[in-house]
């Protein structure tokens, strides 16, 4: 079966530095896999160059089999691959239902006319079952700046979904989120259908080893191991340089 995502001999240099080191990944179908790696380990830059926002200086990024390198991240986009971000993108002032509207605007390529669009049946209907999968049927109608933070994180994934993602990147869904909000992250990511293929780049490692069937390890740019979750607490390399020897097992 052909790999939702691959990068083969990815590399990334900024003059002298080698920020990601030929680095071959391979996201399966319908994956739940997670990337993981202590600070400075290249893991955003790694994912900036599979969504595109940085250019590779060698390698290739192929997406379903199609070799995506050279496309911008908006054609990248438009072909599945949909990341959301480490922190906060959302508009403050607008609802989820303004935001949710916008992107499923974008989506059925509208042209920005979301408030004429977002009276239309199929447009409404698709707003609330985005809403209520993600736990946000009851706060549509409220600015997004007076949302506690964990409902600005799942609209954030939400608003990715909506994009019909056939590639998820989800970068720290949990990065700030207060203890007692993390559970609904975890369930809202647990919940994303199988025909999704999903990385997650998280720090939190009782998310990652909660979430994820497979696990890659970043260190210094290129990628340290790979396996099941049980390896990877196991290996004693990734205990040393990130899990402090910690058993998440």
């Given at each position: ?46 994912v900036n ?87 946000l049927a ?74 994820a069937r ?36």
């Amino acid at each position: 079966m052909t790999a939702a995502l691959e990068t083969r001999g990815l590399a990334k240099r900024f003059g002298g530095l080698v920020a990601t080191r030929d680095v071959s990944f391979t996201l399966e179908q319908g994956a739940r896999h997670a990337l993981i790696g202590p600070n400075g380990a290249g893991k955003t830059t790694f994912v900036n160059l599979l969504t595109g926002v940085l250019p590779a200086s060698a390698g290739r990024v192929l997406l379903a089999g199609e070799d995506v390198t050279s496309l911008s991240a908006e054609a990248r986009v438009r072909r599945g691959l949909v990341r959301t971000f480490q922190i906060n993108q959302l508009f403050g002032d607008l609802t989820p239902l303004e935001t949710l509207a916008l992107a499923i605007d974008e989506q059925l390529g509208l042209g920005g006319r979301w408030s004429h669009a977002v009276g239309g049946d199929a447009v409404v209907a698709e707003i609330t079952a985005v809403a209520e999968r993600f736990g946000l049927a009851d706060v549509l109608d409220s600015r997004t700046d007076t949302l506690p933070y964990g409902k600005q994180r799942l609209l954030e994934i939400a608003v990715a979904f909506a994009c019909k993602p056939k590639v998820l990147l989800l970068d720290e869904p949990a990065a700030g989120v207060p203890e007692a909000e993390r559970r609904d992250i975890l369930d809202a990511i647990a919940a994303l259908p199988v025909e999704v293929s999903v990385l997650l780049i998280e720090h939190d490692m009782d998310l990652v080893f909660s979430f994820a069937r497979r696990i890659s390890v970043l260190v210094d740019g290129a990628l340290l191991v790979e396996g099941e979750p049980e390896v990877i607490a196991a290996d004693p390399r990734v205990r040393a340089v990130y899990l402090g020897g910690n058993d998440h097992g």
